[in-house]
């Protein structure tokens, strides 16, 4: 290609990228003149160039690259794919064209930037052009900075983003290029034009000249907002509205109203800053510091962290250990300087972390409130500072609680303080942030400090209502505001009207106002219907307007509720003006009788009154008048009740048509409250009352009603005032309410003894529990468990109810009225308010710094104990207010541990904190909520499962508003962690799924949720991808779509792929409530619900799925047939569709069916064989089945809607037997298809498929059809699957479809499947299995065992092991009915079997009554026989209740089966026999029963034969019956299937019992009466309850007749005894099961059966025969255990032995020991030690350690020889157990014995010593003894005698023992330093000499330093009788002498003294014993059972100077003894 020839002839794309450059200019001049020629820009033409077009701006050549540039600018502005090329292009602009010299290449490389931007991609531009300022040439940054400034001005700042160019321009002011920076300063301004203000703070830190210039160019900029001068592609309206408004401007039209949009853009500051890092910066020794004891330290490490805190933006991180200790200084320091210091720097840490404080906003608020008791100026000013930045960070509904708890303090400053920061917040606030729930409470409080004594205080009060008032107008605040005198109200309105808000917002009261201006189109009626133009109106009103909502609400209010106008009290009339008002408008003769002393002329009176009303005009009639003349005389107390009915007729009619007043209703609400329980008047009544529930309000006329009936005593007027409210409720709505109020009265009500109030109470909570949800039984934790259960049974019922829509009263709503305003009412008076009703605690206190300190410490355990004392906290408190001081940064500590124990224990308690806090949680969502959802990281299942569990019980009392609030979710997302993405992608799906509305920073989690799509982890990417449409439903698919333009080239290719997929199935958002429901969202997961069983759980979701599914179809309308399964189509379409529906359902193609068979059995299909079914079946069915079946059906059939697999089904019942042959040509095909629905989890599904295969199947055995091997195949063992089902209905009917399946598949055939599907894991499905093999063997013989008798018998043999006990009772009664056939020959079949599973088949057999083999030939020969219609094996089944047949039973079945084989019936049968199959069909073989008559048992007649007697009777038959046969066949009619049969007799076996005559007739037939019994309570309990056709009013009056007979029997003494252990035990089994027969509780007088029952039980244990009714109950509760039943039967079984065991102290004597331990050695044979440890509790353990030593207790060791009829006492623990109790028992009575005698000995003297302190005068002495006896017996315990008496008189001993025990050291310390001289004194009343004193003396003066001889008479010690060498002295000398050297001792010389020395030394410690204690202390002496006290010792008197020698002698002794002691 040398010439030009050559490429000449090339095409332009190929020109283009030419090495000559001569081509490529060409071929670019060629380009742009073909891309202005083409004109649309979706050509093909534009693809050739798509990789071009960075080849046109990136030529080398300085001229050609003119020239592609201007064809590339080309391309960009009209090629549709041009946004392709961004990147590469705008890149090589950069690169290789602002490089360039000429000035035409660099404009032309700045309008192709610009032409991006213009077709949307400004963001990517954006980014090259910033990266081109980091390039090193100055050409291209000056290029680039003025590209960008051009974008900015001519796009404005909403289409190009500020905040990366404030982030370069301070380094673009660093440029060492001048021209730089003077374009640098162009661009500062041009961004100034655009944000103003908010760029200063990025600029503060270029050079100072810089700024100084940049000022003065700012100050130039005009004022206004700029107008941006391009626009984007999707901007055109935009650019239209500007022209036009262009246009107005010129013509001289002010346009300024129309420019709304034209401010300036609000550009925070904050957003543009980068934020800074502080935590690591501050001193290492912060923290010691600011604990410092010195305050110059404290103030340095405050210093610098204000130095740190002033930075505008701070970073995120863990503030919560900084902000403790600014709390702790503000709170605690006393230096106010230091208090200002930290509230300032407290203040710069929420200022520069905005949002991100609000986590520790809870925290600091109390102590700033508490603080502003300081009066210094600079420290209120900085405490208020910091309160307003704190308040930034949060809402004010957080802080709320915090403000309201100082509202009562008593330091006006505090209140002041706080009612001001209340202000400032409000007026920051939006109308929306003040909700009803927080004006409520700010109102109340705030109305106390309007009257506050403090004139600062009112002043507040009235700036913050002001404020209230503006922002959410008065609307929301008038109704608070009721009890506010005028003035001060006007004071408030007058306030709000002058206050401006910040940022020149408008409050809610301006814009009500503006509202009516702002739509004057709509007020205009159109048409004269006025009221039915509002509703339209209503619905389009936009969201925003909710206050003109509002203001529409109340007008629709008016026009509905004239009541509302009639609240005002009407003045009580007098009785005068009050019978001239009546005279007026009633006839004379009317008003005259009246009080008419003949009853028919006061009937005739009321008549007339009635006709009168009638008549009144509503407007005229005078009410109060009309209802007091109604009370007068006789009045209310009328005895007539046809007057009274009257009377109440009279007064519904006033309340209905006249204007009645709540006046007018007291007059009569007493006496209408005193009737309502009346039985004649009580209808009426009601009637009244309901009417004047209308009139005046329900709340209000229920409250005064309830209020009534309980301040009476009557308890049926009070059962029915709850009736007639709970049926109010339901017809007037729960609207207005006094929750609280009746929950009071309930709780009495529950409390009552008369069982029809609580009856009634329990009824109302129902109905309250309707309208508030499963929260309302938090009200009554506290209620016994019984009443608690009944409760919970009443919610129960109503679970899946809706509350029916309101037909009286003002909450009647109209049809179309506004969902929204429903919505918002039922938010504002839900849920919310009922939680707000429970009392609440406040635990602040009793988190204590020691607890918090312990859940932080460094060792575990200890961390533990602090977890552990914090969830008993939670514990105790149950519900608890928000205040929990530092726990939440405690415990968000905790769930990073380490220990992933305490990490789990901390989930635990955040859920107890959930349930305990309720709605005010929401403070603490982003504390504690957010760090739960880090925990989802985590690499355990459990803790990842846990912190699930605790966000749904999070997310349960916050909503989901609080969580996707903010960037912390988003954060959470962009963490690299797969554990924690998909599960919280997983857990937002779900949440999102169900929200109607999400907040818009939702938005902020699209960027991290596109990276997950992108993840390594697959999990990640497929919830990422299953999240999708969720986000998409809630933003928008535009707004995601943005977002993705954000994404690198390759990222956003996926995700945009994804998008448009996510599109395609994005759901639709859900529905608001249904009309009538209330605000129930927290009931769909009620705390208080019963647990379901697991089996049963799949059941219940599928319920769930049932009713959102009904409520959609209920919205959708009717007609559902008319839809279509794919797209929606025009009406005209839908006639067609209908059409094809009216055609067959299936074609006939015999020959396919055979098709079919042969493809799968070559194998060219699948094998119908699979576990589960997996796709590529039902798409093979589908394909199967689509030539066979009309094409709407198949749509219907494998639609993913269940709803439309029933409208299938239901439809193929309908066509059955009209397509019965089409069906059968496809008969494989709709089995199979029938098999994919045993494995749906929804039971509405099941029970419709199995409804049409009973009917079916019904139709194939009228045909004689046989199933093909292919069809039974496919469908048989899917069918038997359905058998181990949990559910009976299924069961049942899965057993009708088995018997059915025999006559159209041989039974031999059947065989086999069933054996298989004894195999399977389901003790249910095995336990089926069997039975119904049985049933096969009995109705078919030995010969259908496949593949041989023998291997079939020992497979089923095995099953007599297993561990179910159903399943070894089917197995067991599966042999017996081969033992039947075969006799001792099953021996030989089943093979051997171990020693235990023998002998438990050698019982059964034995216990079935075959003591000799079977005559097998009779029974073989008469089943062929039977005719072919008889010949089902549902005959031979057993009742669905799978329980074991008792022992008497299984006789009673052989004998009725040898007595069916006598070949001529007997109408009185020689002995009692019953037949079990028969029984249920209410028919014996071979005869009919006479009609039941009424005998009399005294003379019986002959009773007539029945007309079938072809045979003679045998001898053994007597034609004049006895009466014990009469008595057998009345017995057996008790069993009878008929019902009245049933009762007729049971009613003449209470009569039989009541007739004493009867009794030895009856004894020896009382176990046959009672087997009778539990056999019609079995079959009431399987077939009668669950028959629909059965009228449950006779199963109630059957089971009180079964009740009261055996109530009778028991009252016969010789009787009861009479009745065996065995039946006993299936008595007892019989009556527990009615009882916790859930059906038995519906019916009418359900409740009344089981208390029946239950006082039964207690007489059946009190009358029978002690051993056998014990023994019953052990092995019943052996066998309960055992077996699958429910815990509830065992723990009930264990309750009634526990009963039993209380009656043993009196019953022990006639108990045979040897048995009952007989029955406890079986019973600990089957369950040692370790298996009962392994039961879910251990009751049963307990209850038989109990039964042990309770018989050890009562026979002591003589139990050990009971134990005779154990054979091998080694087979279980029972004589080692027995041992070691006997042992414990002797040791302990021992030692008991001897701890009586020695306490008997103590407690008799510490009587004497209480009894003497508690005297008051000899009250020291007895502290003293006491003291004593505690030093003689130091062994005794005190403190159970002390802590009896009060604690201050514990605390008077205490302290008189200490100062005894003081006293008595110092008295040893003497008496040790006199050791030499004290001697023992003689004791008794021997006379010292005087000459022992004297040496006793002059030891003492020697001890002294006193001289003995002269200086005694010196100090005058001898005085006068110095003579003492020569005579001997009186003892009355030597006591003067004693007392001498006691006063200079410093002793006390006389007992009167010493003891008012000692006296008030006690008193000096505490005050004494008061008469309470005294009287106390007495009480407990008197109730001591020991002998009387001896009397007090008498405190020793003074000496006496005319006693005797001998006293005195005995005086003197104690003297010495005492200073003795003293020394």
Not at 177 to 200: H, S, T
Not at 444 to 473: C, H, P, Y
Not at 1808 to 1814: D, G, L, V, Y
Request: one cysteine or more.
């Amino acid at each position: 290609m040398g010439d030009d020839s050559e490429w000449m002839k090339l095409p332009v794309d190929q020109k283009c990228e030419h090495k000559v450059w001569k081509a490529r200019s060409v071929g670019y001049e060629e380009a742009l003149k073909l891309f202005q020629r083409i004109d649309d820009e979706k050509s093909p033409e534009w693809g050739k160039f798509l990789g071009l077009i960075k080849k046109f701006v990136t030529e080398s050549n300085a001229i050609v690259q003119l020239k592609g540039l201007e064809a590339a600018l080309a391309f960009v502005e009209k090629a549709h794919i041009a946004s392709r090329t961004v990147g590469e292009v705008v890149s090589g602009v950069v690169n290789k064209v602002f490089n360039q010299p000429k000035a035409r290449a660099k404009e032309l490389g700045s309008d192709i930037c610009l032409m991006y931007i213009e077709i949307e991609k400004a963001d990517a531009v954006q980014e090259e052009l910033i990266k081109g300022l980091d390039n090193k040439n100055p050409k291209i940054v000056l290029a680039c900075v003025e590209t960008i400034r051009r974008a900015l001005c001519e796009f404005g700042a909403k289409t190009v983003t500020v905040k990366p160019i404030v982030k370069v321009l301070p380094k673009l002011f660093e440029s060492r290029e001048k021209p730089v920076r003077d374009e640098a300063k162009l661009l500062a301004v041009e961004v100034y034009r655009w944000i103003r203000d908010a760029l200063r703070p990025s600029l503060q830190s270029i050079n100072a000249v810089q700024l100084k210039e940049l000022e003065e160019e700012w100050a130039n900029v005009a004022p206004g907002a700029p107008r941006q001068s391009r626009f984007l592609r999707s901007q055109q309206d935009l650019r239209a509205k500007y022209e036009q408004q262009q246009q107005q401007a010129d013509t001289g039209v002010d346009p300024a109203d129309e420019e709304p949009e034209e401010s300036a853009q609000q550009v925070d500051a904050y957003e543009l800053l980068e934020p800074v890092e502080i935590l690591s910066k501050l001193p290492k020794d912060f923290y010691e510091k600011i604990e410092a004891k010195k305050w110059q330290e404290r103030k340095e490490a405050l210093e610098a962290l204000e130095t740190l805190a002033k930075n505008p933006k701070l970073e995120a991180g863990e503030y919560g250990d900084l902000v403790r200790a600014l709390k702790k200084v503000i709170g605690k320091d006393s230096n106010v300087m230091l208090v200002s210091l930290a509230a300032k720097c407290l203040a710069g840490l929420a200022l520069g972390l905005r949002k991100k404080f609000g986590t520790y906003a809870g925290n600091v608020v109390p102590a700033i409130l508490e603080k502003f008791k300081e009066k210094k100026p600079q420290v209120v000013q900085a405490l208020q500072e910091a309160i307003d930045a704190v308040f930034l960070t949060t809402t004010l509904q957080n802080l709320s609680e915090d403000v309201l708890a100082v509202m009562d303090n008593k330091n006006p400053s505090i209140k002041q303080q706080a009612s001001l920061f209340l202000a400032r917040s409000v007026r920051l606030s939006a109308p929306s942030a003040l909700p009803k729930a927080l004006v409520k409470p700010l109102c109340t409080a705030l109305l106390k400090q309007v009257n506050d004594s403090a004139a600062e205080v009112r002043e507040a009060a009235f700036e913050v209502l002001a404020s209230i008032m503006k922002v959410a107008g008065e609307r929301a605040v008038n109704p608070f505001l009721a009890d506010l005198d005028k003035a001060k109200l006007d004071k408030i309105k007058e306030s709000a009207d002058k206050m401006e808000l910040a940022g020149g917002k408008k409050g809610a009261t301006e814009k009500e106002n503006s509202a009516p201006k702002a739509q004057p189109a709509p007020e205009a009626p159109a048409k004269p219907s006025g009221p039915p133009k509002k509703a339209p109106v209503a619905k389009v009103r936009p969201d925003k307007a909710k206050p003109t909502t509002a203001g529409g609400k109340q007008e629709g209010g008016k026009s509905k509720k004239p009541a509302e106008t009639k609240q005002v009290m009407e003045t009580e009339l007098s009785m005068e003006v009050c019978e001239e008002k009546a005279a007026a408008v009633l006839p004379a003769l009317c008003v005259q009788q009246l009080d008419s002393a003949n009853w028919k002329e006061r009937v005739a009176s009321m008549e007339e009154f009635l006709k009168a009303a009638e008549q009144m005009d509503s407007s005229e009639m005078p009410c109060q008048a009309l209802v007091r003349m109604l009370g007068k005389k006789p009045g209310w107390k009328e005895t007539n009740f046809q007057v009274m009915q009257l009377k109440m007729q009279a007064v519904a009619l006033v309340a209905q048509r006249g204007n009645f007043s709540k006046t007018s209703a007291s007059v009569v609400l007493d006496a209408l409250v005193d009737k309502v329980g009346d039985v004649k008047c009580g209808g009426k009544t009601k009637e009244a009352l309901t009417a004047i529930g209308e009139a005046c309000s329900l709340p209000w006329t229920a409250e005064q009603v309830v209020s009534m009936a309980f301040a009476q005593k009557n308890p049926k007027n009070q059962a029915e005032t709850l009736s007639w409210l709970a049926n109010a409720i339901k017809e007037f709505g729960f609207a207005g309410i006094n929750v609280k109020a009746f929950i009071n009265h309930v709780k009495t009500a529950l409390g009552a003894t008369n069982p029809a109030v609580r009856t009634a109470a329990i009824g109302l909570l129902g109905v309250m529990y309707l309208y508030m949800g499963a929260r309302l039984r938090m009200f009554f934790e506290d209620e016994k468990a019984a009443l608690l259960s009944q409760i919970d049974t009443e919610f129960q019922k109503l679970q899946d109810q809706t509350p029916p829509a309101p037909t009286r009263g003002s909450s009647k709503r109209s049809e179309d009225q506004e969902e929204g305003e429903e919505t918002e009412e039922q938010e504002e008076g839900g849920a919310a308010d009922v939680v707000d009703l429970l009392p609440r605690t406040d635990i602040s206190d009793k988190i204590t710094g020691a607890m918090v300190a312990k859940i932080g410490d460094k060792n575990w355990k200890i961390r533990k104990e602090g977890l552990d004392e914090m969830a008993a906290v939670l514990s105790e408190a149950k519900f608890i207010k928000p205040t929990v001081g530092d726990l939440p940064i405690a415990l968000k500590a905790r769930l990073g541990d380490s220990n992933k124990i305490l990490v789990q224990q901390t989930l635990s308690i955040l859920q107890q904190l959930a349930t305990a806090m309720g709605p005010s949680l929401k403070q603490h969502v982003k504390t504690l909520g957010i760090p739960v959802i880090t925990v989802l990281g985590d690499g355990k299942n459990t803790v990842r499962a846990a912190a699930l569990a605790t966000l749904s019980a999070w997310v349960e009392q916050t909503g989901m508003k609080e969580w996707l609030e903010g960037e912390e979710l988003a954060e959470e997302l962009r963490r690299e962690n797969p554990f924690l993405r998909q599960e919280l992608l997983g857990w937002l799906a779900e949440r999102l799924a169900a929200l109607r509305s999400a907040p818009s920073d939702l938005l902020l989690c699209v960027t991290p949720l596109y990276a997950c799509l992108e993840d390594r982890n697959g999990d990640v990417r497929k919830k990422a991808q299953d999240a999708l449409p969720i986000f998409m439903t809630h933003l928008g698919f535009d707004k995601m779509n943005k977002a993705a333009g954000k994404l690198k080239p390759g990222s956003k290719d996926q995700v945009v792929a994804l998008l448009d997929k996510a599109r395609s199935v994005m759901p639709a958002k859900p529905a608001g409530p249904a009309k009538a429901a209330p605000a129930k969202a927290a009931a769909s997961a009620p705390p208080a619900k019963l647990s379901a069983a697991p089996n049963e759980a799949a059941h219940l979701d599928c319920e769930a799925t049932e009713d959102k599914c009904d409520a959609k179809s209920a919205k959708a309308g009717t007609a559902p047939k008319g839809k279509s399964a794919t797209t929606s189509k025009k009406p005209s379409g839908k006639g067609k569709e209908e059409e094809d529906r009216s055609g067959p359902l299936f074609t006939l193609m015999p020959s396919r069916k055979e098709l079919r068979t042969k493809e799968e059995k070559s194998l060219k299909v699948l094998k119908w064989n699979f576990p589960s079914p997996r796709d590529e079946y039902i798409e093979q069915l589908k394909t199967q089945m689509a030539p066979c079946v009309a094409k709407w059906l198949q749509e219907e059939l494998f639609h993913p809607d269940f709803q439309r697999h029933i409208k299938a089904i239901s439809t193929m019942i309908e066509r059955l037997e009209a397509e019965k042959d089409a069906m059968l040509s496809c008969l494989d095909l709709i089995l199979k298809w029938f098999t994919l629905r045993f494995f749906d989890t929804n039971t509405s599904v099941l029970m419709k498929a199995l409804e049409f295969l009973k009917l079916l199947f019904l139709s194939l055995s009228k045909q004689d059809y046989c199933l093909s091997e292919l069809e039974a195949n496919s469908f048989i063992p899917y069918l038997i699957l359905k058998m181990g089902e949990s559910k009976d209905v299924v069961r049942k009917d899965v057993r009708a479809i088995m018997s059915m399946l025999c006559k159209v598949y041989p039974a031999s055939k059947i065989f086999p499947f069933i054996m298989e599907g004894t195999k399977s894991k389901n003790s249910k499905q095995r336990a089926e299995c069997l039975d119904e093999l049985g049933c096969l063997i009995a109705l078919c013989g030995m010969s259908v065992c496949q593949p041989t008798p023998t291997k079939a018998l020992k497979e089923i043999a095995v099953h007599i092991g297993d561990r179910d006990t159903s399943v070894r009772n089917a197995a067991l009664n599966t042999i017996v009915v081969v033992y039947n056939k075969c006799g001792d020959q099953v021996y030989k079949l089943i093979g051997n079997l171990s020693e235990k599973d023998m002998s438990m088949l050698e019982e059964r057999i034995k216990r079935s009554a075959k003591e000799t083999a079977p005559p097998a030939k009779q029974v073989e020969e008469k089943l062929p026989r039977a005719p072919p219609s008889q010949a089902n094996a549902s005959q031979l089944r057993k009742p669905a209740a799978d329980e074991q047949a008792p022992s008497k039973l299984r006789q009673l079945r052989a004998q009725n089966a040898l007595a069916a084989q006598q070949p001529e019936p007997s109408p009185v049968a020689p002995e009692f026999s019953l037949d079990f199959h028969l029984l249920e069909n209410d028919s014996l073989p071979g005869c009919e029963l006479p009609e039941l008559v009424q005998h009399k048992l005294d003379d019986m007649e002959p009773m007539a034969l029945s007309e079938r007697k072809t045979r003679p009777l045998p001898l053994a038959f007597d034609l004049h019956p006895s009466p014990a046969s009469t008595i057998n066949l009345v017995i057996s009619k008790i069993a009878s299937g008929d019902l009245n049969t049933s009762m007729q007799a049971v009613t003449q076996m209470d009569e039989v019992f009541r007739q004493h005559s009867g009794s030895d007739v009856m004894v020896n037939n009382i176990n046959q009466f009672l087997i009778a019994t539990v056999l019609q309570l079995r079959l009431i309990h399987s077939t009668h309850m669950a028959d629909q056709r059965v009228a449950k009013e006779d199963v109630s009056k059957l089971y009180s007749c079964i009740v009261g007979s055996i109530m009778t029997m028991l009252g016969v003494e010789v009787l009861a005894p009479e009745a065996s252990s065995g039946v006993l035990k299936d008595l007892v089994e019989g009556l527990l099961t009615v009882m916790l027969d859930p059906r038995v509780e519906e019916l009418q007088d359900g409740r009344q059966i089981i208390c029946s029952i239950n006082i039964l039980l207690g007489k059946v244990f009190e009358k029978a025969e002690h051993t056998n009714i014990l023994s019953a109950l052990l092995v019943l509760l052996q066998d309960a255990l055992s077996s699958s039943v429910s815990s509830k039967f065992s723990d009930i079984v264990m309750k009634c032995l526990w009963r039993v065991i209380r009656f043993l102290p009196e019953t022990i004597a006639s108990v045979n020991l040897d048995r009952i331990l007989l029955d406890i050695h079986n019973f600990m044979k089957v369950f040692p030690k370790e298996r009962l440890h392994q039961l879910p509790n251990d009751m049963a353990h307990r209850t038989l350690k109990t039964l042990l030593h309770t018989l050890c207790r009562l026979t002591g060791p003589k139990i050990l020889d009971h134990l005779t009829l154990v054979e091998n006492r080694n087979e279980s623990e029972l004589e080692v157990h027995l041992k070691k109790v006997v042992k414990s028992s002797a040791t302990k009575m021992g030692r008991d014995q001897e701890n009586l005698v020695i306490t008997t000995k103590q407690k008799e003297e510490l009587l004497e010593i209480f009894k003497m302190i508690s005297v008051k005068e000899s009250g020291r002495e007895g502290l003293i003894q006491l003291w004593e006896f505690k030093q003689k017996y130091p062994d005794v315990d005190l403190n159970p005698h002390l802590k009896k008496l009060s604690q201050s008189f514990q605390a008077f001993i205490e302290r008189g023992l200490t100062a005894v025990a003081t006293e008595r050291d110092a008295k040893a310390k003497m008496a040790a330093l006199t050791t030499g001289v004290s001697a023992a004194l003689p004791t008794g009343s021997e006379e010292l000499k005087p000459s022992v004193y004297m040496e006793r003396l002059k030891a003492l003066r020697q001890l002294n330093g006193l001289d003995n001889k002269d200086t005694l008479s010196s100090t005058g010690v001898l005085g006068s009788n110095s003579n003492t060498d020569r005579q001997e002295l009186k003892p009355s000398v030597y006591q003067e002498k004693l007392k001498m050297i006691r006063q200079l001792r410093g002793l006390e010389n006389q007992v009167k003294q010493e003891e008012t020395v000692d006296r008030p030394m006690l008193s000096a410690l505490t005050a004494p014993p008061s008469s309470k204690d005294h009287n106390k202390l007495s009480h407990l002496l008197h109730h001591h059972h020991q002998s009387p006290a001896r009397p007090a010792n008498p405190a020793p008197g003074p000496a006496s100077a005319s006693a005797s020698a001998t006293n005195t002698l005995d005086s003197l002794r104690k003297r010495l003894e005492r200073i003795k002691n003293n020394r």
